[in-house]
DNA sequence: AAAAAATTTAATCAAATGATTAAATTTGGC
DNA sequence: GCCAAATTTAATCATTTGATTAAATTTTTT
């Protein structure tokens, strides 16, 4: 007879299944990793992840909101900082995403293919909607526009630009050391070099230049 | 008794099916996208399938092959030649980029898919090792940075840049339209701005400041 | 230690899926 | 118009795959 799920107590074995199903995810989707192939890499039995999971498709919506919320709330926190200025703020944003995904190189493929196959549900799931046009590090960017020291650009594209500059050279990595002749060693010595430029570079395409 | 495959004369149907079986692997990637539904997507029979392209692999082995030439052939054509400055080579890189992505929006995610999964068997099918840095471009970025009026950075952070800037924005489509609150006019409005813009920011990234 | 609850397993089911078969229909050359 | 090649179809097969079942084992409670 099936069971209930069972009290939290020692997380070992659902725990296990959670690691191997976040690592098929994120590497394969959604479609080519199969049930089986997570139990084998879990080391457990099929019968258990449906009994701790109920199904593929939740143990799914488990990892993706985790995966999600892995890239989103630090990002929150830092965008809302009152006291740190706005090159303060692109500087802790391009080394905290840089850090994150150099230990996770697969995880923004897999959000971003995620977002575009769902991207309804999930400004449900993790409310993101006005989060960053609302945020202090919007206000501050408006702010220089106005008075004359940005350039007068779209806000938006300074988030564009920031994004792209520090999360495609991850997204695009496996391309670019074929393009390039890169090892591993000398494509995390680039992504490292580029904490330090990316602000740089973003700093330099925002800011008005003096008048003579 | 089954027929070996026909010579080619009337394309239409095997080019329905190679259309839908673009659409479908495209958004929805090669495990996701069942025999059956590109047969329905085409409107064809599955058998059809088979019997013009032998196996679903096979079809996708086409299909995945003519996206990579899509969007390598024209960048190689540009980045070889001899008779635009550094700064022209940009501008139309990244106008041709640009214009291809918002007819095929779905391209970029599904090639940089594609190129994390199987990246060794790309290189033999594009063969664009070292395509890049031996290009035309790749010695202007050189010279420049030589003469010293370029920055002395690694060029490859300019093909990192270049690209990042240009493609990542239709990559992170959705997401963008999710935090920003954009529609599809005002996100294509944006695109067509950077078109102008990018070349811009590179050009303003890679030139040396002259001196005082 | 006995009873109850939780965990784990092997076996099995039903649906989905890629592929094949053999027959029917259409097309093009003569 | 006839014939052979090409095209198209419905039916079917074998495997994969998500899920369930019932029984066995382990752990916890008393």
Redesign the pocket.
């Known amino acids: 007879?099936?069971?209930?799920?069972?009290?939290?107590?020692?997380?070992?074995?659902?725990e296990k299944i959670k690691e191997a199903a976040r690592k098929l995810f994120t590497t394969k989707g959604?479609?080519?990793?199969?049930?089986?192939?997570?139990?084998q890499e879990a080391?457990?039995?099929?019968?258990?992840?449906?009994?701790?999971?109920?199904?593929?498709?939740?143990?799914f919506h488990i990892i993706r909101a985790e995966s999600l919320h892995k890239i989103g709330l630090e990002i929150v926190r830092i965008i809302y900082e009152t006291d740190t200025s706005l090159e303060e703020k692109i500087k802790k944003l391009v080394a905290y995403y840089t850090e994150t995904l150099m230990k996770e190189p697969d995880l923004p493929l897999f959000v971003l293919t995620e977002i575009r196959n769902n991207p309804e549900q999930l400004v449900d799931t993790i409310g993101i909607r006005d989060k960053v046009m609302n945020s202090v590090l919007m206000q501050q960017i408006m702010q220089g526009v106005m008075s004359g020291k940005l350039r007068p650009i779209h806000p938006v594209h300074f988030i564009i630009n920031t994004i792209s500059l520090t999360v495609f050279p991850f997204v695009a990595g496996p391309m670019l050391k074929l393009v390039a002749n890169l090892n591993d060693d000398s494509f995390a010595a680039l992504t490292t070099e580029r904490k330090e430029l990316v602000p740089e570079w973003i700093m330099m395409i925002m800011s008005q230049p003096e008048k003579k």
């Open positions: 007879m099936p069971k209930k799920a069972p009290i939290e107590k020692d997380v070992s074995a659902e959604y479609a080519a990793t199969k049930t089986r192939d997570i139990a080391g457990i039995n099929l019968a258990l992840l449906n009994y701790y999971f109920r199904s593929k498709e939740k143990l």
